[in-house]
């Protein structure tokens, strides 16, 4: 499944930069996600638990992760295994960070690949859901780390959990809201 998404940070891009080169830290702003080792060369291990309605896949895996500051772009790849579900992810995410009035824009592009039992109960429309919950838990995270007056403040600010039957229960009802949106907003 292919994602594509950009939002804006209220900071400038320097801090932001300095936010998505601290990978350690950034994780705290996934949903889910725990760095249990630090291999040194960008190469990390951890844990993503994910909630696709009647099931919960941990996923134990590695990423590494590339940057490249001149550029302020990064490539981050991924892969990890369930073991008592079955199921198996892979993910290969580029970003990019560009400098604008209001602060810094951030662009994701990400390739994710389910398999087994995950892939089942991850319909696209469930998926696409819950990478944008993800996604805005993220940047609501990431601003408040950014926002935050010293380090130690912003070291202890986690994402919160994404809850799986709360994604079920917005996914099903999300086109009904987007319908009376676009209803009301025209009139």
């Known amino acids: 499944m292919k994602i594509t998404d950009t939002f804006e940070v209220s900071s400038d891009i320097t801090k932001v930069w300095e936010a998505f080169e601290n990978v350690p830290d950034l994780a705290h702003c ?89 892939a089942q109960f991850g319909r696209i429309g469930l998926l696409q859901e819950m990478t944008g919950r993800i996604i805005n838990e993220f940047v609501h995270c990431l601003e408040a780390k950014l926002a935050a007056p010293t380090a130690e403040s912003a070291a202890a600010i986690h994402a919160p959990e994404v809850k799986g039957l709360s994604l079920l229960f917005s996914s099903m009802f999300a086109p009904i809201t987007r319908f009376f949106k676009r209803l009301f907003g025209r009139g």
């Open 30 to 118: 996934l949903p889910g996600a725990e760095l249990t080792e630090d291999h040194g060369d960008g190469r990390y291990s951890g844990r993503v638990e994910t909630k696709l309605g009647p099931i919960t896949a941990n996923f134990d895996g590695e990423a590494t992760v590339e940057s490249d500051a001149a550029a302020r772009t990064g490539t981050m790849t991924g892969k990890g295994v369930d073991r008592r579900g079955g199921s198996r992810a892979q993910l290969k995410l580029n970003y990019s960070l560009e400098a604008i009035d209001a602060g810094t824009r951030v662009t994701i592009d990400a390739d994710i690949t389910l398999s087994g039992a995950a």
